[in-house]
């Protein structure tokens, strides 16, 4: 927790693997004037990722940490977060699965960005998936990260039409859009819930 122009705020690290669009848009949110966070650590388990352009941009710490042992690197994230006093983590195209050990330590303090109508299609190429077997609707849900993939409390959820001409690529286009606007909604519902 800390004190911006005497109003608390809780300490936010956002964890990413790539593009950073949903980093860019919570950063955006934790710079307005009545933001429940500060975002104080970005980790990158990638150094390309372009996503760290947004966290130079605005001076917010950032790590790059290197994923070939999983357990050096969650010792190495759990000391960071410790160090910066993070209150809770955001999951944004992170694309590693948390062990036990920090999920346990973060119980209910980890969110993620998920871009399907949880519990349905959970896991990866969601899109690919729902065009396939002909839905008529998707969505993106942010919820609690728990052991079971995909699975914890939903905080927020929207709903988005699949029209007839859509690909993969216009689908993820389109919610994309609607990602980047829940994502900080979930986690003001979230902050308040926690502050
Ligand atoms: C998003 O589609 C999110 O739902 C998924 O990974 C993607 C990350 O996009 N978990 P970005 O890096 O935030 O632009």
Excluded: W
């Excluded at 996503?51 to 790059?64: D, E, H, R, S």
């Amino acid at each position: 927790m800390v004190k911006l122009n005497g109003k608390k705020r809780l300490k936010v690290s956002v964890f990413i693997s790539g593009r950073g669009t949903n980093l860019k848009s919570l950063i955006n949110f934790s710079k307005t004037k009545n933001s429940q966070i500060s975002i104080n650590l970005v980790i990158s388990n990638k150094k390309n990722a372009k996503g760290l352009f947004f966290a130079k941009k605005n001076k917010i710490k950032y790590l790059v940490i290197n994923y070939k042992n999983k357990k050096n690197a969650e010792n190495r994230i759990l000391v960071e977060l410790k160090k910066y006093n993070i209150d809770f983590i955001c999951l944004a195209g992170f694309m590693k699965i948390l062990s036990k050990k920090i999920i346990s330590k973060y119980k209910n303090k980890i969110l993620n960005i998920h871009p399907s109508l949880l519990p349905k299609y959970k896991g990866l190429d969601t899109h690919k998936r729902v065009i396939l077997n002909k839905e008529k609707f998707t969505g993106c849900t942010v919820h609690i990260v728990t052991s079971k993939l995909d699975s914890g409390k939903i905080i927020l959820q929207r709903k988005i039409k699949i029209l007839k001409n859509d690909s993969e690529k216009s689908l993820s286009k389109r919610l994309l859009k609607i990602e980047n606007q829940i994502y900080p909604r979930a986690v003001r519902k979230f902050a308040i819930a926690n502050l």
